[in-house]
């Protein structure tokens, strides 16, 4: 309520000062004193102990170091202690030194974009004089004695004093953050500064591979990171992260050029499928700085979740070199965020280098050569003469230290398991057909993700990269989805061109080939339900069925489903461990695979495919039972529209309630009471089902159809592609208008 108090306050103000509000004099502006403005200005750019360290070890490789050493006591709040063997800081800089915005490493803002160096804004050393007692012990090239000298709010506490030094600067930060109470609470509380230190010694290590970095506890004998200079950067990977993560890692590599010469390039390595951790470790330098970058660590996970079937987050060291001027070094006060130009590009790029890299890794893997021979030996066994025991030439039969790993590729198919099961031998007998072998054998060697190399798989996706589109391609990789345009289309801007792209033809294909890139590496989804096999195939074949109700017919179905569910039951094992859709021993369907993350199929259509596989699959030749258990999982997790109309058109009449009474009290009242006669459950059901697939469709299909659909080039002619209109004749329309 407005009353007119506020018309009297200032009459009142004597009366009732507390409830009203005392329009005030404006408060004088006044300059900050500077100490005040440096302390403020000093816990920007020192946030906690391992930004000190940081700028320390910047400034350190400034100078030329060679060798960088960092002692901390106290997670750095009793102790930072950073020496190097640089060229040292001269005597006459020393009254200066520690002063605000003096450098030696630029004089004029345009020299910002020819920097090589770390530190250009002169406020490191400064800021850790004003929350901090700094000390610096340093020595010059020819110099017979070095000079110490002891800095506070900026300034020398005393004249130089002449000391004996070793070659290079040793900087002391001592009592860090003594006169922020607060924050050095804070710290005191948390134990991981050190953890953070050691991390950021670790990252720095493996990319100026060049420099020795040490790091220990004050008081320790042992280094907590220790590296030596050395030319190879996997070996200070190893030195410093240790051989487990060294040993699975691949190198990346991009580049890209236009008319001026190189304008960007990457190098790296990044772990492969055989790496496992909890969280992703991105070391990313860019222009020799280490930066952050969240949207290209996301952009990184999302290739990784998407490819490889374990939960693993990935390893990546990566050195990406721009054009100095591309690069915006100022945004940050601790330069620990950079901007780029075309950072959306060169992430992409990146991205689908990762992606590219960690499919050709399925060509190249692992093997432990014993189980290998375990294989052959079983094999063998079974029958002397059995031609699986004509080993390839090459293969050794002496016994290989467990230890001892053999990398094979499809180009050098010794060692890799086909190889012992062909060529397909005139004496073996009919009914034992090559798959059941494969399988049996397979089995045997209980790593599921080595079966991937079956040739089978492998020649499939082979095809799928030799039918691809190159236009298409293009299109689909750089697309925008502007939205569905009904319930199948969706319309797609590519250039100055929109498209009607038929989202259902796109999905089935993106799930067919991401089921043979993913082939016995699937994650699992439970159902909640275990589902009778029999029960769902009959329910598909009276679906089918167009004359229901006949009970000659329902007999003949039951039998059909009887004998679909025999079969499915016999080759569980097989879809179990190729294709994860597990069927359990009373003939349940209990568990899919997850063919793209965050998406799960429309169980209404279990049955469409338990119906598919039993009927449309040629079990007996590898390949083609390959390929048609994929084509099946492909249409059943394409997606499709929902079984239930789309209410938001003309599908909405589906939801009046068909009863006679209903009927007649529309009939009656028009269409006013529409709402009442509707079955609201029903139509929610329909509503949150055809909102989750338009969510999926934006949000799941294109996103990985960018990354991974290699679209066949059928496409371009079998209307899953239709061009509608180019913006320029449709601008010229509206230019009309
Ligand atoms: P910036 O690095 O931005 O120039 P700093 O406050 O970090 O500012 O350092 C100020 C100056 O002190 C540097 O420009 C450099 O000349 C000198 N300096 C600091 N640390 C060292 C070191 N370890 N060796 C040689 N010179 C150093
Ligand atoms: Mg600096």
Redesign the pocket.
Known sequence: MIDDSSLTAEMEEEESPATTIVPREPPKIQRLEESVVNRIAAGEVIQRPVSAVK?LV???L??DSSSISVVVKDGGLKLIQVS?D????RREDFPI?CERH????LTKFEDLFSLSS?????????SMTYVAHVTVT?ITKGQIHGYRVSYRDGVMEHEPKACAAVKG?Q?MVENLFYNMIARRKTLQNSADDYGKIVDLLSRMAIHYNNVSFSCRKHGAVKADVHSVVSPSRLDSIRSVYGVSVAKNLMKVEVSSCDSSGCTFDMEGFISNSNYVAKKTILVLFINDRLVECSALKRAIEIVYAATLPKASKPFVYMSINLPREHVDINIHPTKKEVSLLNQEIIIEMIQSEVEVKLRNANDTRTFQEQKVEYIQSTLTSQKSDSPVSQKPSGQKTQKVPVNKMVRTDSSDPAGRLHAFLQPKPQSLPDKVSSLSVVRSSVRQRRNPKETADLSSVQELIAGVDSCCHPGLLETVRNCTYVGMADDVFALVQYNTHLYLANVVNLSKELMYQQTLRRFAHFNAIQLSDPAPLSELILLALKEEDLDPGNDTKDDLKERIAEMNTELLKEKAEMLEEYFSVHIDSSANLSRLPVILDQYTPDMDRVPEFLLCLGNDVEWEDEKSCFQGVSAAIGNFYAMHPPLLPNPSGDGIQFYSKRGESSQEKSDLEGNVDMEDNLDQDLLSDAENAWAQREWSIQHVLFPSMRLFLKPPASMASNGTFVKVASLEKLYKIFERC
């Open positions: 700028e910047e400034n350190s400034d100078a190097d640089g060229h040292g800081i030194l003096t450098t030696s490493k770390m530190g250009f804004r002169g406020e490191a050393l400064a340093t600067t900087i």
